[in-house]
């Protein structure tokens, strides 16, 4: 059972993927890390030992704090931040070990770029994003990295960009984080990270549709594409289609999650027959 400063696994895995989730923070021992080296979804690794450096950087943030059983470590850490200025600093009861237990998602971190000395990972693709450009970086910034920077470069200059600035290509062909078959880079991505959970595979048969130019997999697979054209149009910046995107698939995941079996009908109140 929950206790008052703490959060089970089932009611996280529903903050995370939204814009107003927490912040997640690792901190299990090393050798409980070496045992388990995957992640909660958006998680980031912190060292408990030296959290009066770093708790500063959640001031006025939500923030649940994980370690392996939700024990001492969690508590502390927590304890810290809601001392140094957390909006909440919450544990996850049962730790790591209760969330694996539960069949939730956790990523690897082997399958993930070295960090920047901020911490961040780097993701380097094509200038000018349509559909699986802004698709993967949404996906990276809700379910991997939130503070993921994104570089769009000219098209013949991906690889290089990325092997110079420690980041990893994608959405380029002849690189990892790719298409492969008919599956396009954001399929790629759930795969890897072992993110295959109903709304996410259902958002990912949209985006095929709409990618690949297949609108026959899925009803809203023309909505999306025509609503990427439109964002492309509309900003000049890639950046600022960026940030306007990540609305857009905020608003197809919350669909995909909870929505599928709502229908809108029009009229709602239909005026009575006359007596």
């Known amino acids: 059972m929950s206790s008052f400063n703490s959060i089970s696994p089932e009611k996280l895995a529903r903050l995370i993927g939204v814009p107003h989730g927490p912040a997640l923070v690792d901190v299990r021992a090393d050798e409980d890390y ?33 370690c392996n059983r939700g024990q001492k470590l969690s508590e ?46 780097i993701w380097v693709t094509r200038a000018r994003p349509k559909v699986d450009r802004i698709a993967c970086p949404w996906l990276i910034r809700r379910f991997v990295d939130p503070a993921a920077v994104i570089l769009f470069v000219a098209p013949s200059e991906v690889t290089a960009v990325a092997e110079k600035f420690g980041g990893a290509p994608f959405d380029v062909e002849g ?28 958002l990912a048969t949209i985006v095929r549709g709409a990618d690949t130019a297949r609108p026959d997999l899925a009803p809203e697979a023309a909505g999306l594409l025509a609503a990427s054209l439109g964002l492309s149009r509309m900003f000049a910046d890639d950046l600022e289609q960026l940030e306007a995107g990540m609305t857009l698939y905020d608003a197809f995941y919350r669909w995909c999650r909870d929505a599928t079996d709502e229908t809108h009908n029009w009229p709602t109140n239909k005026p009575g027959k006359p007596a």
């Open 34 to 66: 070496a045992a388990d080296p995957r992640l909660i979804p958006g998680a980031t690794r912190r060292a408990c030992e030296s959290v009066a450096s770093w708790a500063g950087d959640f001031a006025g943030r939500s923030v649940v704090v994980a």
């Open 175 to 202: 690189v990892f984080w790719s298409h492969r078959g008919e599956a396009c880079t954001f399929d790629t991505m759930i795969e890897e990270w072992g993110l295959a959970i109903p709304p996410l595979e259902r």
């Open 76 to 121: 502390g850490v927590a304890a810290w931040l809601r001392g140094a200025g957390a909006t909440s600093a919450e544990t996850l009861a049962g730790g790591h070990v209760a969330w694996a237990e539960a069949g939730l998602p956790l990523v690897p971190q082997s399958k993930l770029p070295a960090r920047d000395p901020q911490g961040r990972t």
